[in-house]
């Protein structure tokens, strides 16, 4: 074995220099002078072996995101590479930056038909903000430092293809062209922070002059502005509506926010959009129109740090290009002092009431559980600096409603991507980089299933995870769509059971199965006090229905014509819904608050026994 630096040597090195310390990946034959690299640099550079490339991926999409930092992963050539594309995708869409290294067959036998023999640049064309192929040892440098700045400044995916002769040559092979010059391109850099022009800042101050119903919708691009936000709220009197991927923007508990908007929204946060006559746009390109005012309701100012986003979802009069925090701590000076509470105070009012009707939802204590009693009592289990990495599902309604984040919690989950099966792989990334912290992944079985190998490299790498799975054995959302969008009959969404608890003890860690929502606090504190990583599986009904907060007439059409063609198990769900609109008659914040209460008091013992009948049937 010789000493002598090789091509891959000098990537490794130069990613150390950029400040990684971390890389997420899966050995093969065509990365193989890339493993041997990293294994001089075990001592500098974590390495995190998956057991499927996607995860590699996702971890690194998970690590940039709650780190800030750019995030690496790698694969093989051929099919290794092509398993990396779909967290590729996750990354562009979720504004992550990473930096994928994949093999490639020799140089000189590419194009040849060869083993493994696939033009991976060419596939990574679509998902890559940056993607190029190495072409000899001296292009390294040039490559690396390019892919590293491009993925940090445009917050996406930049891909590197490295023929596997190339990553065993020597570094000092090769030729040199005469302008290459050795040392040119360096690893300073600095991320931009935007400020608008102080005479357009003015301007779109002005614009909140004599408005009283003013309300803020805030984005991913508003993590970090919290205070900023908080502190505009106020002045403006404007409650803070927030998207998911915005979730952690400002706590939960904040006297400002009304919580989520859209299909997993609260009552208060869709009101407040219906009745502004202002609107304030910061770091958000929520993709639910239909959840905006209508146009011309509004006077519009947007906050983005990306041009082409402003007046994406919404006409905007006003767009601020700049960064979120730096830009509202420079607009909050000209804005004016909405005196007039009464719109921010009805908000609150209607935030207390929500409350009220989710710690209804979330003390249930129906059998089977319903899958809000968990993610409410998971609440008092969560560290004050906890990680909760979601997932894509009816699960993504109970996270934003029944959770409820403080001050120094974080949250993330695949928002626009909406890919199923991020949120471990996710809270492998953010474990990695936070090994001190809590980190938890809220997912459903459909989602945990298609990646639960990755779960071995949570025991292998002793990373702590705790991992809450709602298991109903049905993709739940798909279920609801079905019905509630198309008006069809339920089809190709049930699935096997999983023991998961016997599946994290097969890994060698421990698993906790509740199914009785009175000792669900207690054996929710049990197991996330265990040591390592843990399953903790909650058994949950599947026919509870993720509620809009408010129900569209639409929907209901299309849910009794999907019944009405023979949805299984439609009387089950349909008495279940009349139960749960009865138990909630008493909460103005429910859409069964239509129902008078005595009606609901008289009827929901009924429909209690209807649907214990039904489900011994």
Not at 350 to 374: A, C, F, S
Not at 478 to 501: H, R, S
């Amino acid at each position: 074995m010789s000493d002598q630096q090789t091509a891959a040597d000098v990537l490794v090195d130069r990613l150390i220099e950029w400040g990684v310390d971390t890389i997420f990946g899966l050995p093969g034959d065509g990365i193989n002078g890339l493993m041997d690299a990293l294994r001089k640099r075990h001592d500098e550079l974590q390495y995190i072996h998956v057991r499927h490339e996607e995860v590699a991926a996702m971890a690194a999409v998970g690590y940039a995101k709650f780190t800030g930092k750019l995030g690496v992963c790698f694969s093989t050539s051929g099919p290794g590479a092509v398993h990396l594309m779909n967290g590729m995708l996750d990354a562009k869409v979720e504004q992550a930056p990473i930096l994928a290294i994949t093999g490639m067959t020799y140089h000189d036998l590419i194009g040849t038909a060869y083993l493994q023999d696939i033009n991976t640049d060419y596939w990574m064309n679509d998902v890559a903000l940056y993607n190029q192929r190495i072409m000899g040892p001296q292009h390294v440098h040039n490559v690396v430092d390019f892919a590293c700045r491009t993925a940090l400044s445009e917050r996406g995916p930049a891909h590197i293809s490295f023929p596997i002769d190339y990553q065993a040559a020597p570094a000092d092979s090769g030729n040199r062209f005469q302008r290459n010059v050795p040392g040119h391109t360096s690893t300073s850099y600095q991320p931009p922070i935007r400020v608008p022009q102080r005479d357009l800042l003015r301007r779109a101050a002005e614009l909140f002059e004599g408005k009283q119903r003013i309300a803020i919708l805030a984005g991913a691009g508003a993590r970090g502005a919290g205070p900023e936000l908080e502190q505009v709220a106020d002045k403006l009197g404007a409650p803070i509506i927030k998207a998911q991927l915005g979730k952690d923007c400002v706590p939960d508990d904040s006297p400002y926010t009304t919580g989520p908007i859209a299909l997993v929204g609260s009552r208060p946060s869709e009101e407040a959009l219906e009745q502004a006559d202002a609107l304030l746009i910061v770091g958000s390109s929520m993709p639910y129109t239909e959840y905006y005012p209508s146009p011309g309701q509004v006077v519009c100012v947007q906050i983005d740090d990306k041009p082409e986003r402003i007046g994406l979802r919404h006409p905007v009069d006003i767009g601020l290009c700049g960064d979120a925090k730096a830009t509202l701590a420079e607009l909050l000076a000209f804005l004016p002092r909405n005196s007039d509470r009464s719109f921010l105070e009805q908000a609150q009012q209607g935030m207390r009431d929500w409350w009220d009707l989710m710690r209804e939802r979330g003390t249930r204590t129906d059998k089977p559980m319903k899958p809000q009693v968990p993610a409410w009592y998971l609440n008092d289990v969560l560290a004050d600096d906890a990680i909760v990495c979601g997932d894509s599902g009816t699960v993504t309604t109970w996270v934003a409603r029944q959770i409820k984040l403080r001050a120094q919690q974080r949250f993330s989950f695949s928002g626009t991507n909406c890919s199923m099966a991020a949120g471990l792989p996710y809270a492998i990334g953010a474990q990695a980089a936070y090994p001190g912290r809590q980190v938890v992944v809220f997912t459903g079985d459909g989602s945990l299933t298609m990646q639960l190998g990755d779960f071995l490299t949570c025991v292998q790498h002793r990373l702590p995870v705790k991992v809450v799975v709602l298991a109903n054995n049905s993709l739940g959302l798909i279920k609801w769509e079905q019905m509630v969008f198309l008006g069809n009959p339920e089809y190709g969404v049930d699935m096997a059971p999983l023991d998961f608890v016997k599946f994290a003890e097969a890994c060698g860690a421990r698993g906790m199965c509740i199914e009785d929502p009175a000792r669900c606090p207690d054996q929710l504190r049990e197991a996330m006090s265990w040591d390592g990583p843990v399953i903790i599986e909650c058994v949950v009904d599947q026919h509870e229905p993720p509620m809009p907060a408010k129900v569209k007439k639409d929907q209901v059409k299309k849910l009794y014509s999907a019944m009405k063609s023979g949805t299984p198990n439609r009387s089950r769900i349909a008495m279940q819904m009349v139960k749960d609109m009865l138990d909630e008659s008493s909460f103005d914040a429910s859409p069964g608050h239509v129902v008078p209460e005595p009606v609901g008091r008289a009827a929901r013992k009924v429909a209690g026994r209807i649907v214990h009948r039904l489900d011994k049937e």
